[in-house]
């Protein structure tokens, strides 16, 4: 059984930084690729930021140049550091951890972890 685990979330000042972390435990988990993804009140869940296991990343538009998703040594481990936040970044952030099995894609969640981004 894998278990994500987020930490990292808060309260912050718009222009502030948070550092969001994600780690696996329990099974042996070699995931393909870990991300980030957020859902705001009335709406749906979206992607922030993903990170292959061969390092090549991919973000939102609406975080690009702001925030940085980066990965442990452990490969299992995922960071997401957030600046510049704004109170549109307002929204419980969650840790995606994804294995491709042929043609199958298994999602794996963490517990999400709120992030309240206002003055």
């Known amino acids: 059984q894998v278990q994500l685990v987020e930490s990292g979330g808060g309260l912050v000042q718009p222009g502030g930084s948070l550092r969001l972390s994600c780690a696996a435990s329990?099974?042996?988990?070699?995931?393909?690729?870990m991300g980030w993804y957020r859902q705001a009140p009335g709406k749906q869940r979206e992607l922030v930021a993903v990170?292959?296991?061969?390092?090549?990343?991919n973000y939102a538009d609406s975080v690009k140049g702001r925030f940085t998703i980066s990965r442990g040594n452990a490969k299992n481990t995922v960071y997401l550091q957030m600046n510049s936040l704004k109170p549109e970044d307002t929204a419980v952030y969650y840790c995606?951890?994804?294995?491709?099995?042929?043609?199958?894609?298994?999602?794996?969640w963490g517990q999400g972890t709120q992030v309240t981004v206002s003055s």
């Open positions: 990170i292959t296991r061969h390092g090549s990343t």
């Open positions: 995606n951890g994804k294995r491709y099995i042929g043609a199958v894609t298994y999602d794996y």
């Open positions: 329990g099974s042996i988990f070699s995931p393909d690729a």
